[in-house]
């Protein structure tokens, strides 16, 4: 099977150098793109159907279509990257990054010209300082061949690529925020519309991406479109990176096809439970998901079809829960996690998240009432979206509906019996 | 119109409405936080949901912001809406986690947006049991105070204080619900406008501290419609008395004047009327020249006794006494003795200003307009100093442009954040040319500090460039003729053009100048505006009455024997030279003088008679834009002291010119001023004459909730005493009366059934953010001549050249300390600077003078110390020194001078 995004890496060794990524066959696709007029790019990138990596799963060929294009646009216009990795269980966007910085790079050229962006960010999670390295390294040969700066390749293309590291926050990650972030104000979330792509960095016109959704572009572009919705099990195009935490036999992240059972990734690449434990759940594509359990192991790994079980693919990068593990806990730990990356901008996520860790947080300790039970479900519709602002809050109460969905025994058991009863 | 259903029922709004603004105003009830109407939408509260629906057959809908939600034709909503209903009501409880509910000991109690949106929700019961957050507070200076505890991050006092205001020491800080505003560390804050936090926020994280110091409930407050004495530009206010003192000044909205803001020299001003300086009996000097108290009939008997023996009496007006009293002392004195209480060089300058707006084409700006102008020209005004809230108006302006220019992404005007990220900083057209550097600068397309020659120079330029039969400037420099090609292209092009001057940099050709500018847009442009600003409350309502300048009283003096001097509240030492001032009280044989407050031409006065100040007063100023807009009596004058007016009424009679006094009731003056001076006829019509009623009632001054009346004169009398009459005014000295909404200019308080806190002003207007019902108070008295043949002024300056050893001497101005009454209050005292003389680093090198090094000036024949503050936007050849500080005796008028190192 083809893995256009993992081709290069091995766990083994430092990544491949520009002149080792030129020889596998590296920047190829870049000299094709300029060849190809950047609405051609975007035309393959939208029958390509890639759905956007960071998450939300928004079609990558319809949010470039909407970038306004030709003399008449507002300059200068920007493409960023967003590399701001901070999701708890997601590691997805840094094998890329340390494992084939090249790659990343050139993906990024490709993506900035299908918008004709004069200035490209990647936006890079502050503790990634491996990865920070390997793409400063990146870019500055990628200057000292050509590859940016003026007339890229002798073309009449030019980009100017700047690698910006990030204060370190879980918001400076939401596109909103971002923007914000890059600007150097507070990072908090935009009113939508109107979109990045209208009024984005600066105020003029961007486009936002995730490190993985740009990272499929090269292999679009060189072997088509067709090729590369070929490459996956459903009618989403192209292969995933899945990631596999938890009391597993080899945790890890493999690059599949878009598609791939949950099951299948479960058992035959994470090997199923360790010795001793007891499958009881899991979030599926990182903590802003919702559990899903035994009976969804048949459900394919899409976008689409992750939305039919309740909960979402988002970042791909799976979290097992096992049976000697507390799920009010570990819900717990998710809570605080999301209440202290609040920005603070809204209301319901502000005083709303706090509550609900402070309400966890006393069940664990068993402390707990059951009317605390009621507060918490009567949170996960509180904080829907269109309810806050932007979608952090929506996403923090995903995996506490699912937990009170699937374990709601053992946040009873814990009121009831005033301990958390996983501890001795 | 689009159409709206509201729980079904069809509504007609306005285009372009968000659904808050649209249902606030059609009278519905939505609570909200972060929406502000001046201010528009940021959807962070998240308090204004309401239920949408698709269609009549969606049954479902979803919750939305109705602030961020478009009041498009056809929207279908529910503000009843059970899971809406719901929604809000938590809301609020998140918002109360925290909250200390401290409302008995909290100052804003009673006004509290918190408390009137928590009551809304039905909010009673927290559910939580967990601990609250708490925070440190900080001190931010004599004006507020921050209690930051019983915050709610509703992000207003941010946005107003940076986006709105242009303040950059206030910042949103922390993160998640630790979220703090706040100062980097504890200091005064520097913002002009940061007293309209107080009504800004919420809840009480800021209030009046000057309020907290005598404090009163919002309900047991005295108040009146009034306006601001302390520069021209006439705000709207609300001040409240208690126990016979004044507590506090509130904004009174006028979507004309200064809409929702104040500044705080005119917030915190007021505190002159509780000052021991107050003059509160009438005082006469003893033949061993000592002053005595003296009883009122004592005093009008021997002053009747002295104006019947002169041979000649003079009247020295006042531009910070109402309209009435000045015209009252014309009537004593007649008009051929009336003086405007001004030096020359101003009354010049005034006249000149009032000939630009009377005879000239172009409309003076209301603030309102200056605020939607979308492209703007200074020329000599120090505006963020001598007209605050013209300064929050030209920041506005800056955003229409740009605003316009990005009208293709359709970002609806009332997304306040997506259109201020993507105007970023594109701002302007701002063009200011003055001879310092001001707070405007950072805000300006181009700030250009020059010499006031120079900057009436570059007006001229620009003049021509707009219209070649406006005279041409020779020996332009190229540079500055490129800034005139740069202003008057961008003034061409703009939609609404505004032109801004004034008498404060003290020269008649920079206002020439500026009409020229006017001038030749409006030949081009019909909304072209000028606004001229000038230095007190009544500036334009003296200018017009007319009269000559105080300095030619010394000669009429001087040529008859046996004259009295009649001054109305002003102190000739502050528009006169120490000696011609002196000669002035010397030479006249009796000298009578009418104010309320002690000062060096009282000291000298054979005869003092307690004036009422603005709080005590009812009368009519006249602001910068040719607006009359009365003001009424907050608390009865106490004892002896009266309006100007009555004491030059009884005055008339005591002298025997009028068998009694002429005028018993503020609305007879007002009958005898627009018969004597037609052009004051709008005057009449500024407010209800006294006998308007509602329902055959008056205006109660008093809340419905006043609490204490049968009390508080218990210690005296138990009997609950009459209230004081009123003959001036509709209103009463009582709670008892007409409790629904008076006419406009009759607003004493907003309140509204529900709405205790300050946003009851949205029950008052006709649709919110927009004119007052009935129309905004005030009456124009000046309008351009419709057909005037425009004649351009041709007098064009020689540039500005340096003289060797000497520095050109130009006035200063600064929002605290320049003003003569806001100065005696504790807080603006405080922040006044300390007399100073700021010269360029050029001109401190040839002095050989460090920061700080003494120099000795003599202006005015008084030699002055000051310490120098090198200023590199002071441009060289010119020196500038504050007007109105304490120590500095000088008219302000530039003048040629050694500094001599000391």
Redesign the interface.
Known sequence: MEKPLTQNIRPDREPLDIREYEQAGGYQALRQALQMSPLKIQEMVTDAYIRGRGGAGFPTGKKWSAVPMGDKARRPKFFAINADEMEPGTFKDRLLMEGDPNLVVESAIIASYAIEADVAYIFLRWAYKLAAQRLTKAIAQAYEKGYLGWNILGSSYSLEMYLHTSAG?YMCGEENGL?NAMEGK?PIP??R??HAV??GI??KPTAVNNVETIACVPYIVSHGSAAFKALSHTEEGGTKLYGVSGRVKRPGIWELPLGTTLGEIFHDYAGGMRDGYQFRGLLPGGASTSFLVEKHFDARMDFGSMDKTGSRLGTGTIIVLDDKTCPVGMVLNLEQFF??????????C??????LR?MLD?IERGAGIL?DLE?LQ?HTW?L?L????CALAPGAVMPLDGALKYFREDFENHIRQHRCPYRH | MPTIYVEGQPYEVSPGLNLLHACLSLGFNIPYFCWHPAMHSVGACRQCAVKLFKDENDTKGKIVMSCMTLARDGTRISIADPQAVWFRKVAIEWLMLNHPHDCPVCDEGGECHLQDMTEMCGHVYRRTRFKKRTYRNQYLGPFLTHEMNRCIQCYRCVRFYRGYAGGRDFHTLAWHNSVYFGRHQDGVLQSKFSGNLVEVCPTGVFDDKTLARHYVRKWDLQTAPSICVHCALGCNTIPGARYGTLRRIRNRYNGDVNSYWLCDRGRYGYEFVNSPQRIRRPLLRNGDGRPTLAAKETALTQIGGVLRESRHVIGIGSARASLESNFALRCLVGPENFYLGTCRAEVQLLSAAIDVLRNGPVPSASLHEAAWADAVFVLGEDVPNVAPVLELALRQSTLRKPSDTIQDLHIEPWNDAALREAIQTEKGPLFLATTYSTDLDASATQAYHAAPQDIARLGFAVANLLDANAPSVPGLLAPIAALARQIAGQLAEARRPLVVAGVHCGMGAVLQAAANVAYALQRKNENTRICLAAPWCNSLGLGMMGGKCVDSAIDALRARGSTTLVVLESDLYRHLDVAEANNLLNTANHVVVLDSLRHKTTDKADFVLPAGTFAESTGTFVNNEGRAQRFFAVLPPAGEVQESWRWIGELLAASGQRSSAPWQTFDEIVEDLVRAMPAFAPVARAAPSADFRMAGQRIPRQSHRYSGRTAIHAAVNVHEPQPPADPDSPLAFSMEGYLNQPPSSLIPRFWAPQWNSVQAVNKFQEEVAGVLRGGNPGKRLIEPQADGQVEYFTEIPEAFERREGYLLVVPGYHVFGSEELSILSSGVAELAPMPYIAVNPEDAGKLIVRENGLVDVALSTTSHYLPVRIAPAVPPGLAVVPMGLPGIQWNGQPVWKKLLRT
Do not use: K, N
């Open positions: 926050r923007l507070r935009r009113t519309p109107p209208m009024v600066w105020g209440a202290r990356e609040s920005c603070g901008w809204c209301t319901p502000r005083e709303g998240l706090p509550w402070d006393a009317e507060i009567e509180l829907q269109g309810h806050t602002f």
